[in-house]
């Protein structure tokens, strides 16, 4: 199907078949596609909001066209989340990677510069110091290495870069923060994504059962929030052994006091990455433990879908006993010191 064909179906209110979506996106990840006609693609698309069919098809071929990271551990897992909440909150999911590798876990962690939220996970790390520029096979060597590692999208997904400027233009969440997290790299079948809509839950997982993941929960606050949140109800889509059930995690149901989320928003990279040490080196203070609690609670569920802890709840408890210890702050150090290695090498 033509782009052209594809937007007036679309603004005719009609859905795409997971074929023409293929066809449409080949169009535009190959450069086939002008920017006006990917904008108002964009554009017509979220108005109409995306099926089930419709992202498959998307995701399918960005997965093709990726490049792709060959990691040699039993099981790998993932915490990128959509962003475009529009929360401002510091980098959760970024931080929470760091206690699932201190816990024993991989983690190949996908991620890109914000482009709707005050710092996206590429942001954070490269104000830490995390070389960016590394190739697959060194991407590999931090998973196996140290337990994490970090995939900068453009790296991988090249072909995103005919989308990057009406995506910028735009400056409105699309289709593209939905397929980052749906096209690791490396292939993690098990992940914690969290997006910016609860409708989108069930959907995102049913693709991902379509894509073939292992156990996933896409979670998503009643505030909009694309974590699991402290404060509010946060809705769970898990699949797990190929079926996929929904609930409601409860502020505190995980053991863990609920609060609101005052303090925990940042300005940019660098408020973030102070937060994110603080929490990570278990320093103390009571804006510090808001943002470890908020951590835990999305580690654990981390833990759990990488099957480090039997449950939820075990998880997070997991979580917390790790971040008393400070070693996940050590596992930011050693990625930084193994990346800046490859720099120099």
Known sequence: MDIKVAIAQLMAGQSLSREAMSAVMTQIMTGEATQAQIGG???????????????????????????????????????????????????????????????GGYVAKHGNRSITSSTGSADLLEAAGVNLNIDAEQVSKCVESIGVGFMFAPAHHSAMKHAIGPRKELGLRTIFNVLGPLTNPAGA?????GVFDKTLCRPLAEVLQALGSEHVMVVS????????????????????????????????????EPQNLDGLTVKDAQESLE??????????????QKASDMVAINAGAALYVAGVADSYSEGVALAQDTLATGLAGEKLKELVEMTACFEEA
Do not use: W
């Not at 693609?41 to 099926?51: C, H």
């Not at 040699?72 to 980098?91: R, S």
């Not at 079948?189 to 994504?193: A, D, M, P, T």
């Open 41 to 103: 693609f964009l554009v017509a698309l979220t108005m109409k909001g995306e099926t089930v069919e419709e992202i498959t098809g998307a995701a399918q071929v960005m997965r093709r066209l990726a490049a792709p990271v060959n990691v040699n551990v039993p099981i790998i897992v993932d915490t990128c989340g959509t962003g475009g909440d529009g929360a401002g909150l510091f980098n959760v999911s970024t931080a929470a990677a760091f206690v699932v590798a201190a816990a």
């Open 221 to 256: 606050a009643d505030d909009g929030l694309d974590e699991i949140s402290l404060a509010v109800n946060t809705h769970v889509a898990e699949l797990k052994e190929g079926v996929v059930s929904e609930y409601e995690i409860y502020p505190g149901a995980s053991g863990i």
């Open 275 to 288: 937060l994110v040490r603080g929490v990570l080196g278990n320093a103390g203070g009571e804006r510090i």
């Open 189 to 193: 079948k098990r992940q914690v994504l």
